[in-house]
């Protein structure tokens, strides 16, 4: 069964940096033409904010752009997001998971509060 862990969240203030982590198991990650990262506020849905693909092609959420960098470590089995000059409205619960649906079971995301 897929599984995924992530981790790395946290309070900081804005302009502040945070380094997310996922680690995943229960497939072959290489398989896995493009992860995701995902993010829900209270009361919103969860949206797609950055993606890596396999050989390294990334995609941004316009409003993170010049600010998060994704990458993946196939030996590690583990996808990052390194987010840079946080703002408040950053402030969320981060998931990965692949790109689109079908979606594998999501794992229990890690918070990042950004305060102001």
């Known amino acids: 069964q897929v599984h995924f862990v992530e981790s790395g969240g946290g309070l900081v203030q804005a302009g502040g940096s945070l380094r997310l982590s996922c680690a995943a198991s229960?497939?072959?990650?290489?398989?896995?033409?493009?992860f995701g990262w995902f993010r829900q506020a209270p009361g919103k849905q969860r949206d797609l904010v950055a993606s890596?693909?396999?050989?390294?092609?990334?995609y941004y959420k316009e409003s993170v752009k010049g600010r998060f960098s994704a990458s993946r470590n196939s030996t590690l089995n583990t996808v990052y997001l390194q987010m840079n000059s946080l703002k408040p409205e950053d402030s969320a619960v981060y998931y990965c998971n692949k790109e689109s649906g079908p979606y594998f079971n999501w794992g229990q995301g890690t918070q990042v509060t950004v305060s102001s």
């Open positions: 890596i693909g396999r050989r390294g092609s990334t």
């Open positions: 229960g497939m072959i990650f290489s398989e896995i033409a493009t």
